[in-house]
């Protein structure tokens, strides 16, 4: 699985962009691992992550299989649950990941995992002068480094930059480039808001690693551009 | 997955959202999947919301209001007769979901995604080691989907070059003979929207490797990800980013594995030892 590493974008792009993961390995350090997978999505909470999942239950932004009209119309949508409630959910194992916005949150959790040392392996998803900036302050020393290189192939089959950048943050593919050149297009023609076309789109990431910030920027900039 | 023409009405959100573009509307105003297209990734049913209004009666309110140059519109996440409707699949075409769901685990591996844990768990498997690199290519991604026998054309190039293919990757799993790179000919006519392919070499190899699959990229009808990782040295720096500068990479992105996991299954108090 390499979801969160082939993210769109010039450096200057991704500066808003941390994604912490926790995994086991099975008959390593599978053993009680939920509680410490729990302990791990607990402890990021008090640095307000933006966004959470772990690809086997859906994310904070997930879809609504229940809706009618009274809800719709009167109750109002319910399109991000609490954290604890996701949190509290977790039954399986699978990749534990949080998103940050800013750089002195991811290194504040880090502190924090270092101290908690819940024995999982954790991974830090980001421009990489900027981890290993701060793995020098936290006093952590990287163990292993996988880099994502430009696309191959036949590279005119993907779509716009913009679009691209927008889609490429979930890195299964679900959100497809249709939907996010719809956003942008509602967006610009006034029919929806900025940050509710962000949720839309996080609502088909399922590993919870959709960046609802830098998506918001993505959108302004885009929009305004046209 | 099938759409129901008794509950669609033809609202058309399901179009876009279809990561491979099998979704439209067809002839009869109603939307219809493209079976050779779709690649079982469930992300019209995943990720739409449901409400659940009877199909007749909004077909009819959509005719009326039509009349009268209104529209109904639902929220552009939105299916509002629950109308999409999973399949039981057989093989070979349950080869497309186990490699386009990312919430499938794979049998293969015991776990969820399109490849394995590759260095993300490192610390504990010591699978890549120093002076090794481990490479995760990943065909289709992003977003454009790709059929196994353009993946095979890639894995007899890579294995023609020696490559040694990981043995717990769902690719490999599907190879005929994993020295030639051959994958099993019921699948080559199937689409996923992407697969990884991992293999590992020694640093020195990288350059002739990366040159070996940029080739092999210009004969594929589909884009391809190439991640390259390596065991970092004990002041955490690593040889592969100058490597890689110096093939003409950029190198910004990457991901890190901190360190901080350990072997803990059978030991006292959950603590063991690092890898």
Redesign the interface.
Known sequence: ????????GR?ET?RDDYIV?A??????????AIE?VQAFFRASLKHKPINMGN??INPLYR???????IK?YFVG?REKIAPETFIAEIAAL??AAVVFDNRGAMADF?KD??EL?????????????D??EV?GEVH????????????????T???EREI?SL??MC?????????A???VD?VREGR?ERDQACR?MA??C??GVFNTTRALRILETTVKGA | MRISKKKCVGCANCVPVCPMGAIFIGPDQLAAVNREACVECHTCYRGLSFERLPGGPVRWARRALKMVRLRFQPDPDLCPTEALEPEELEWPRIVRRAFSDPMVTHESTGIHGRGTAEVKTNDVTGRVGTGDAGFVVEFGRPGVGVYFRDVDKATRALAHEGAAFERENPVTSLMTDVNTGRIREDILNEKVLSCIVELKTRLEEVPRILRAIRKVSTTLDTVVSIGVSTRCDKDGTDPLRALLSKQGYDTWRAKVNLGMGRRSNGMSGGKGKRA
């Open positions: 699985m390499t979801n969160t590493l082939h993210r769109f450096p991704l993961f995994m086991t390995s099975k008959g390593i350090n599978d053993e009680g410490k690809a086997v879809p609504e299989k229940d809706l009618s009209f719709l949508r699978g990749t880090l995992l270092q040392d819940l024995g999982l392996s954790v991974n830090v998803s980001a421009l990489i002068d981890v290993r793995c952590l020393t990287p163990h292993s480094v996988e880099y994502s290189l430009p696309f191959e192939g036949d590279t089959r993907l779509p691209l889609t490429t890195g299964h593919g679900m959100i497809a480039a249709n939907f050149r719809k956003m509602s929806l839309y609502k088909f399922v590993c």
